[in-house]
């Protein structure tokens, strides 16, 4: 049994995450944030060689996540796949950042920098999200629905259940029926053809019950506009509570935008922005 000793040799690999801090985190390309809010300095010419770097990096950047009004850059993290093109271009204004806890609450929670009426908005739904998923903090039942997904974040939530992660230690269980979850986890655009199946499984479930989108294809459609076959995104199609983005977002991101949607993590702007004091208690 060659089992015993690779597992002497080896020890635990299971995570400890949340209740202590994942190694794997800060090498983790997690985020693209943005280092300078306006494209030239208050009271300061214009600099020609910034704003030009900007123009390019909002032209090449595939999915058009970044916007520029008025000197004011802001990207949206639900379109972005993470091509790092931004960031070579306008090192200035973009930079790269680790981190894995990336989940936002709601899709405006995605575009940075936030507004005060972003933060406003998202103080709201913070407080009633945390109210409706009071009693499901013990044992949490996910039904997964691949909506139009390309495969990359199937191979993300597959791994959730492997010893590495291992959600089951949080009390975190995979369902095959709708009628048993509490979470509604889905990937893929939002294809036409699975617009009655998400739906139907959404009505299924009992309350209280969250969606947790995970990708920027659920998000935005990613590389994938709006179109005949597909739906930009699967907001349009059921309330979607939670957003991860991410192409594809790690199995660590996921787990965390589900923790933060049944309120097992704490809450700043991104959801779960660090695990409370009593996360230890958690299952």
């Avoid at 390019?56 to 850059?73: K, N, S």
């Avoid at 044992?139 to 259940?161: C, F, K, P």
């Avoid at 920027?216 to 979607?240: C, F, K, Q, T, W």
Wanted: aromatic letters at 6%.
């Amino acid at each position: 049994m060659p089992w015993i000793p690779r597992g002497l040799r080896h020890g635990i690999v299971t995570s400890g995450y949340p209740r202590r801090p994942d190694g794997y985190g800060p090498g983790f390309f997690g985020h693209v944030e943005v280092a300078s809010v306006r494209s030239d300095a208050p009271g300061m010419p214009v600099r020609s060689d910034a704003t030009e770097a900007l123009a390019a990096a909002a032209a090449e950047c595939p999915t058009g996540a970044i916007t520029l009004d008025g000197g004011v850059v802001r990207l949206d993290r639900g379109r972005c796949i993470l091509c790092g093109r931004c960031v070579a271009l306008a090192p200035s204004t973009f930079r790269a950042d680790p981190g894995f806890e990336t989940s936002g609450l709601g899709r405006a929670a995605l575009v940075v920098p936030a507004t005060d009426d972003d933060e406003t908005a998202l103080a709201e739904a913070r407080t009633r999200l945390a109210a409706r998923v009071r009693g499901l903090r013990r044992s949490i039942h996910v039904r997964h629905v691949d909506a139009g997904s390309d495969g990359a974040e199937e191979w993300e939530v597959a791994a959730l259940t492997n010893p590495v992660y291992d959600v089951q230690r949080l009390g975190v269980f995979f369902t095959a029926s709708p009628k048993h979850a509490d979470v509604l986890l889905v990937t893929g655009v939002g294809t036409a053809g699975m617009e009655a199946p998400l739906r139907q499984t959404y009505d299924l479930m009992p309350e209280p019950k969250v969606v947790v989108a995970a990708g920027v294809d659920a998000a935005s459609g990613g590389m994938v506009h709006e179109g005949y076959a597909a739906r930009g995104g699967v907001g349009g199609l059921v309330p979607v509570d939670v957003y991860v983005p991410g192409s594809p977002p790690s199995p660590f991101g996921i787990l965390h935008g589900i923790l933060a949607a049944v309120g097992i993590l704490g809450s700043r702007r991104h959801v779960g922005a660090e695990a409370p004091k009593d996360a230890a208690a958690a299952p």
